[in-house]
Structure formats: C-alpha cells, structure tokens
C-alpha cells in the first residue's frame, strides 16, 4: 500500500486515539470540526470558501467534507483533461489517460456516497470512499512507474487525496463497522439467492452466447458486451461464453452492471492478451480483462496474460467491481497476475499463477479454497519493496 495511504489511516488512528471522537462534538465552527481531521488546513480553506455552514452534528460534517472532496475532484477532472495536450511522450499520455479514467471513477464513488436515494450502511460508505483514494493513488503510480514523473504530473497536484482522506476519518457511527462478514450456502451474504443459483447451476440460463464458429449470438466476447449495454435496466445479464481462446482486451466498465459470464471450464474457455509495463502500458491499463461495473460474476474462464516474465508487470484480470464473485476461474500470468485493486471481491475454488506481487491491490477480497502457484521468475528477479505503487507493502 502506498505511502499516502499508509499516512491517512495512520493519522486517523492517531487522532481517533488522542482526541474526543467526533460523535461527541455537536456544535462548533467550522474551524473546530476541521481540527478534528488528519489535514485540516484544507478542510478549513475549501469549507470557508464555499456555501457551507457550521454543522451542529457528526453526520453533517460527514456529508459536508464529501461534498468538498466531490467539489474539488470535479475541479482537479477539468484540470486534467486540458493536461492532455501538455504530454510530451507516449508514456505520459498513457499515464494521463489512465487518471483522466480514475477520476472520473472518484467522482462517481463520491456520488454514490452523496446520494441520498441509496440504501447503505456506513460500512458501504468507508468501502467507497476508499476506492476513491485508492484511485489517486493509482494515477500517480502509473506516472511513477513508467519513469514519467516529473512534468504533467506535478500540474496535477491538488488537496482531492487529502480532502477524501478527511472523509475516511469521519465515521457517523464507529461501532456499526466494520461488518463482521457472514455466509450463507459458501457465499457472502450480499450474493443473493438467485445469484447463488446461477453459480451452483450446471448449466444456467444465457441470455446470449458467444462462439467463435458462429453457433451462438456473437463471435466475440467484446461484441456480447456491446449488446449488453443497449439492454433496458441493469439486471443480472449472463453471456455464456463457448470454449476457445479468445484474443481480447475487455473492459467492462461503470455502466455495465449485474454482468455474468460463464464459461466451459477454465481449461476450455480462456480469455488472453500481452499488455505490460514492459510494452509501454501502466500496470493499470495492462489488464486483459478489467471490470469495474457493479456485482460481475465470472465462473469457469481463466483470465490470461502472456507477456511473460521480461515484460515485468502484466496483469491477467484487474477487479474495481464492488461485490464481485469470480468461482473456479484461473488466472495465469508472471509479474502481477490478479489486481485486485479495490471495492468488495470475493474468489472460490480459483487458480492463480504468478512469478513477483502476484496477487496485489487494495480490495476487501476474500480467497477461498483457492490454489496460489508461484511459478519460477526470471533468473536473478526477486521481489523488493516498491514504495511507488499504492499497492505495494
């Protein structure tokens, strides 16, 4: 995990232990509230230079820092975009890219928080606002990583991490999280019944199939999804996926909720690409399959990535999706095989192969009946810290 990641909790830990919590404070400036956050001075500056007030309770504070964070990430994404021309290389437009992406995702889990029509627990909440932190993070690494640090990303500086990190230290009730997990059938119990039925069924319902030898509906998994964004409301969708060796770059992103794909078994259907560091891309954007969309399901496909070992970071499947499942799936790569890299995830009766940091992130993941087969690196590669990488501990 990153430095900065490793600061916040740290200077919440340390503030929740030297000074009254704020559940106890119920009137106050806005300056008294701030002084209560690892980072008050821009607490204080982006508070009294907007329409806010001095809140009488704990939730109110709560809900005005994450309108400050909202207000000056919209601010920070507007700024980057018109970085785009300022990037001298390829290196730094994949990376800019990359952040364009990833705050974009920040905003939407800030929005998510704000929005009074969902239905959450403060467990959700502290789940969401870290993504979003992790999110900044990510986009500094990619910057780092690729060697490209020293000009468009200093342009990019902002308080966005530290107002959100303010947030993080903000519990509206300390002892409601964080929830015990509990399981019902071997699955988490925010897998619902039908969910579970289709995970335990042999041969569960499609909506569509894809073949590459023209049986089904689509001869691409790609195609599947495309179709799967024109569908009327975000219920659960399941693509069956027919044996063969699909040679694709997925992202099923944001909007693409509720997705399920089945495959024939992890021997048979195998999703493969060769991004890496090593070719020019960021860890990030090196992913064959990336899902960020809410409650995908994968079962029976292995998730590939063959750059191979010289190639260094190269990942098989990157997972942001909240509430995910992914059940007797494989993942195959060297260096950095399964970025887990936030959100809520859960992993059953899975094969996982790698070579350096091969299972890495900042999920709440579970790995459950699991095979972790390290395979062997290059000669003279070993792991070593990294303290650029928001991931790494």
């Known amino acids: 995990m990153a430095t900065n990641i490793w600061l916040c909790v740290l200077l919440v830990s340390f503030s929740s232990f030297f000074i009254p919590s704020f559940s106890s404070l119920t009137s106050g400036n806005i ?11 821009p607490c204080k500056y982006f508070m009294s230079h907007g329409h806010h007030f001095a809140p009488k309770q704990n939730s109110d504070f709560r809900k005005m820092a994450v309108q400050v964070a909202m207000e000056r990430a919209l601010n920070a994404q507007s700024h980057n975009k018109w ?3 300022k990037c001298r290389n390829e290196k730094e437009k994949a990376a800019w890219a990359d952040c364009l992406q990833l705050y974009e995702n920040t905003i939407l889990q800030l929005n998510h928080t704000l929005d009074n029509s969902t239905k959450c627990t403060d467990f959700d909440e502290q789940t969401w606002l870290s993504t979003a932190l992790t999110n900044l993070e990510t986009c500094r690494a990619g910057f780092v990583e690729l060697g490209v640090s020293d000009f468009v990303l200093p342009l990019m500086s902002n308080n966005v991490s530290k107002l959100i990190c303010n947030t993080l230290a903000i519990k509206n009730n300390a002892s409601a999280w964080p929830e015990k997990q509990t399981y019902k059938e071997g699955f988490p119990t925010w897998v619902s019944t039908g969910d579970r039925k289709l995970l335990q069924t042999s041969s569960p319902q499609a909506n569509v199939v894809v073949a590459q030898d023209g049986s089904g509906n689509y001869r691409t998994i790609q195609a599947a999804l495309d179709a799967a964004a024109k569908r009327s409301g975000s219920g659960r969708y399941v693509i069956h996926v027919k044996s063969g060796v699909y ?5 099923i992103g944001n909007g693409l909720k509720n997705i399920m794909l089945v495959g024939d078994g992890m021997k048979n259907t195998i999703i493969t690409g060769s991004r890496s560091v090593g070719g020019g891309s960021t860890t990030f954007n090196s992913a064959t399959v990336a899902v960020t969309g809410e409650g995908f399901i994968a079962r029976g496909i292995t998730f590939r990535n063959t750059a191979g070992p010289q190639n260094h970071q190269a990942v098989a499947l990157r997972s942001g999706s909240d509430l995910s499942v ?10 950095d095989t399964l ?3 936030s959100q809520r995830q859960f992993y059953k009766n899975c094969y996982i192969y ?3 940091d091969f299972i890495f992130g900042n999920a709440a993941v579970v790995l459950q009946n699991c095979m972790i087969y390290a395979r062997r690196p290059m000669d ?3 792991k070593c810290r990294d303290s650029t990488r928001p991931d790494r501990p």
């Open 31 to 41: 300056d008294s509230w701030c002084n209560k956050t690892p980072y008050p001075e």
């Open 83 to 85: 970085l785009g021309s």
């Open 247 to 251: 040679k694709e770059n997925i992202e």
């Open 326 to 335: 992914f059940y007797s799936c494989g993942f195959e790569g060297y260096q």
């Open 339 to 341: 970025y887990v890299h």
């Open 354 to 356: 790698g070579t350096v």
């Open 380 to 382: 003279k590669q070993k």
